[in-house]
């Protein structure tokens, strides 16, 4: 039998996050009650080249089909880093660590 290990969240976690976890409990049962509502809500927080009409087009009978936004374009790299470049261009997007704990690099948006 496997143990169950718990990490309870660092204050200092808590208050940095982006939601808390009443937000994120009342999120998770809106994508379920309403997914067509949420995911399209959500989905208008990142870029689109061109905008999708339809959230989601899903079969379950026979072939299992799902499809999001599926008629619209969007460019990951562009939501993921080019368009925070004018903002956070200078800021830190992603840090390396490698095998030893000293050797990490911090690489900007730029």
């Known amino acids: 039998m496997s143990e169950v290990h ?5 204050p200092a976690w808590k208050k940095n996050a982006l939601i808390d976890n009443d937000t994120y ?8 009650k309403n997914p ?3 995911w399209g809500k959500h989905g208008k927080r990142i870029d689109w080249f061109k905008p999708y009409s339809k959230v989601k087009n899903t079969s379950f009978d026979g072939k299992v089909s799902i499809k999001w936004f599926e008629d619209g374009e969007t460019n990951v790299s562009w939501n993921c880093i080019d368009r925070h470049l004018k903002k956070r261009g200078d800021q830190t997007a ?3 660590e490698g095998d030893n704990p000293y050797d990490d690099r911090k690489i900007t948006y730029n």
Request: glycine fraction near 0%.
């Open 94 to 96: 992603i840090i390396w």
């Open 36 to 38: 067509d509502k949420f």
């Open 25 to 32: 409990l009342k999120w998770y049962a809106d994508s379920v």
């Open 6 to 10: 718990v990490h309870r969240v660092q």
